[in-house]
């Protein structure tokens, strides 16, 4: 079956090679990564691989990547010995790393293109000790290039969405092959350990363990700064807000019986504050940008801010009344509700969020969480219902909070786990 997926990437490389040399030449972004996806390791990075016991963590994007950051920590403490490198798919990924973790890591980079002979020349230059997959980045070249390398595999925060596993099982022969080249699979559910044996998985060491993005916040509060509202008015978080839904809820804000609140609109992509500008203008909501806020203190000259910065939004969910999570009030799979929760927000989303359904499940069970239609005035209604009630949004909040504190701990229990398959490999 290996066969059969490099030959179709094969073929679409050729068939879409100009296109990518195009893509390559107008975007700067692109430009700027592209050695690392042809594995080539700065020069700097790899003379610090040099006579190095190496551990090789990788994630996709940003999500993932902040998954990783206290099991990477707590991993560093255990193995004093070894040094650590993270590969993530996006430059974002990257760059979170790169801040968060500049003097525990050795160096981060994207993950190289999934072409055999990249894979096997990128693991022959870093030579790991094993390699730590988060989520479901099943790249078949980067488990087959391992497993021939008799490097250990170990999935960490496994999760199969139901979305993801119509495919993965359209195609279970290769990845159900894939996923039993894994000495450890650390799953975040039964749910998912379900999906997993209907893949093929058979024997294997399967494990049950919170996902990892519980354990944020465990070393350090997340409060940088405290945003104020001179006029007193309650703070509505919408965060991580998709294309087709920021319409969605401006409107929802308009529709508010309540007292008008400050609305912070925290787009998912920085390329769509534009956007959300002229729909703000649009409704008559006037606003300011967030570089434009003056020792973060908002004025009744304006209704809603524009997050126009990344990696902020968790700094600004303390001093919020009510977060609004984006990416399931459209088929986008959801966002991350667990900075929201941690900040003992009381929590509105759409019923799209199967990226992270165990996460919202739990929520909502717990009634600190509402899934709502992807409608406006439904919006508007559950949004009036909290702020008009102070009791309930605490209540609501508190109960998001203790859901996510009775999940800590998984990061250190990952980091013990990836080091006893260690330890059994060098027996």
Not at 65 to 85: C, T
Not at 156 to 169: L, Q, T
Request: proline share 4%; aromatic share 8%; charged share 25%.
């Amino acid at each position: 079956m290996i066969f059969v997926y490099n030959a179709f990437l094969y073929a679409a490389v050729i068939v879409f090679f100009p296109v990518l040399l195009i893509a390559v030449a107008l975007s700067g972004k692109l430009r700027k990564g592209f050695p690392h996806r042809l594995g080539v390791i700065p020069r700097e990075n790899a003379e610090k691989l040099k006579n190095r016991k190496i551990i090789w963590f990788h994630a996709a994007s940003v999500g993932e990547a902040q998954a990783l950051i206290p099991v990477i920590r707590e991993m560093k403490k255990i193995k004093k010995g070894y040094d650590i490198i993270t590969t993530t798919t996006s430059i974002n990924g990257m760059k979170k790393h790169a801040q968060e973790l500049g003097g525990v890591i050795l160096f981060t980079m994207l993950l190289p293109f999934d072409f055999g002979f990249i894979m096997r020349g990128f693991i022959k230059k870093v030579r790991p000790e094993i390699i730590v997959i988060v989520e479901t980045e099943l790249w078949p070249n980067l488990i087959n290039e391992a497993s021939k390398a008799k490097v250990p595999l170990i999935l960490a925060n496994g999760r199969i969405s139901v979305k993801s596993f119509k495919w993965y099982y359209s195609a279970r022969l290769l990845f159900g092959r894939l996923l039993n080249k894994f000495e450890l699979l650390i799953m975040q559910s039964e749910k998912m350990v379900k999906r997993l044996r209907k893949l093929g998985v058979k024997g294997k060491k399967v494990l049950i363990l919170n996902n990892t993005k519980y354990s944020e916040g465990e070393n350090g509060p997340a409060k940088k700064f405290e945003l104020k509202d001179a006029a007193g008015r309650k703070i509505i978080a919408a965060g991580s807000i998709r294309p087709g839904e920021e319409e969605c809820i401006i409107k929802a804000a308009s529709l508010l019986k309540s007292a008008p609140p400050l609305l912070v609109i925290a787009p998912r992509h920085m390329d769509r504050v534009h956007a959300i500008a002229k729909l703000l203008a649009a409704e008559g909501i006037g606003f300011k940008l967030w570089t434009d806020i003056k020792e973060y203190t908002a004025t009744p000259e304006y209704s809603a801010i524009i997050l126009n910065t990344v990696g902020e939004l968790r700094h600004v969910y303390p001093s919020c009344d009510i977060a609004v999570i984006g990416g399931g009030f459209k088929k986008f799979g959801g966002h991350n509700p667990i900075e929201a929760a941690v900040a003992s927000l009381p929590i509105v989303m759409g019923v799209n969020m199967y990226n992270f359904e165990d996460t919202c499940d739990k929520l909502v069970k717990e009634g600190g969480a509402f899934q709502v239609e992807s409608r406006p005035h439904k919006i508007a209604e559950k949004l009036d219902e909290l702020l008009e009630n102070e009791g309930l949004r605490k209540e609501c909040g508190a109960k998001n909070a203790e859901a996510i504190d009775k999940l800590r701990g998984s990061a250190e229990t990952t980091a013990l786990l990836i080091d006893e398959i260690m330890i059994e490999g060098a027996r």
